[in-house]
Nanobody
Framework: QVQLVESGGGLVQAGGSLRLSCAAS????????MAWYRQAPGKQRELVAA???????NYADSVKGRFAISRDNAKNTVFLQMNSLKPEDTAVYYC???????????????WGQGTQVTVSS
């Protein structure tokens, strides 16, 4: 079964940094597109950052220049380095994968359980 397990969330002061990790299993990781989403209370879930299987990246305008997504295919892990954090970054952050559990199986869309990030002013 495909599993995505996030870690690294917590409470941090404005201007601080956190690094989120998402460990994937049960998926052909190197051929999967990975992303981080976030959702604040009362708001829609939004894309924060994405990295494709060929390592192309893109970011939401609100985090551009502050966040960096990366992947380690040898460890089946995707990271989100978050610097210069602002109170408006407070949300539950979710790891997302679009990939397949094995070859010749159609791609699926998978989600982790989320990790809370709280930025105090």
């Amino acid at each position: 079964q495909v599993q995505l397990v996030e870690s690294g969330g917590g409470l941090v002061q404005a201007g601080g940094s956190l690094r989120l990790s998402c460990a994937a299993s049960g998926i052909l990781f190197s051929s999967s597109d990975m992303a981080w989403y976030r959702q604040a209370p009362g708001k829609q879930r939004e894309l924060v950052a994405a990295v494709t299987s060929d390592s192309s990246t893109n970011y939401a305008d609100s985090v551009k220049g502050r966040f960096a997504i990366s992947r380690d295919n040898a460890k089946n892990t995707v990271f989100l380095q978050m610097n210069s954090l602002k109170p408006e970054d407070t949300a539950v952050y979710y790891c997302n994968a679009v990939g397949r559990p094995r070859r010749l199986v159609p791609k699926g869309d998978y989600w982790g359980q989320g990790t809370q990030v709280t930025v105090s002013s």
